[in-house]
């Protein structure tokens, strides 16, 4: 059985372009998430974005409020023209990230109210610039491997946040991982364009739920922290 104040919490997902591609899959499979995204927002612009709707969403659903926070990637990467590349090492980068991440978990339990990181999706920023038209995509591989760093350093500190408030973690590059015995790569040829998961990795998987390669834990759609 769901307790009661499980099956009146609204789910909502806060994200960047990833949330999106979500959103896409969401229209055609009637997921019970409200979507909070912005295209290109950095964590600061998603802690933002949540003060400001909070708020209203309480008012307009008189129930709690479920946050799902999916954000680090635009702080990791910066568009440069239609290409990416890193912003930076990941002691300028990390810090001011993990500072946003408390920020929101402040805000919403003052809230009476729940939240959740997801780990960000290691991604590659050659092949994003190779799909985008880069002329030479290979000399973002040394990008590729910092960005990989970065991936594990938040990841690590979202997991430590997370352990805090008593929730689990949930672990995209788990998914993407090759864990055949003697091998270390990720299935990118999932992600549509080096960044973005394809519309397939939202499939169901072992009959479990529409969403369950987000690995939101649902019974009846409705999530359980």
Request: proline share 4%; glycine share 6%.
């Amino acid at each position: 059985m769901v307790p009661d104040q499980e099956v009146r919490s609204v789910p909502v997902l806060l994200s960047d372009s990833k949330g999106l591609r979500l959103q896409q899959v969401q229209e055609k499979k009637s997921l019970p998430l409200v979507f909070l995204c912005k295209r290109g927002a950095s964590s600061k612009e998603l802690v933002e974005l949540l003060e400001h709707k909070l708020p209203l969403l309480l008012q307009e659903y008189k129930n709690p409020i479920t946050v799902y926070f999916w954000g680090g990637t635009c702080d990791i990467t910066k568009k440069q023209g239609k290409f990416i590349d890193i912003r930076g090492k990941s002691g300028d980068i990390i810090p001011a990230v993990i500072r946003n991440l408390h920020r929101a978990k402040d805000f919403v339990l003052s809230h009476n109210c729940r939240i959740k990181f997801i780990g960000v999706p290691i991604y590659l920023v050659s092949l994003y610039n190779d799909v985008k038209g880069h002329l030479n995509p290979t000399v973002f591989l040394d990008s590729d491997k910092e960005v990989e760093f970065q991936v594990d350093l938040l990841n690590k500190h979202i997991e430590e946040i997370n352990t805090q408030l008593d929730r689990n973690t949930l672990n995209f590059n788990a998914d993407l991982r090759d864990t055949r015995r003697g091998k270390k790569r990720h299935y990118f040829e999932l992600l549509a364009d080096g960044v973005h998961s394809s519309h397939l990795i939202y499939s169901p998987k072992s009959g479990c739920g529409d969403w369950n390669w987000i690995s939101l834990e649902s019974s009846i759609y409705l999530p359980i922290l």
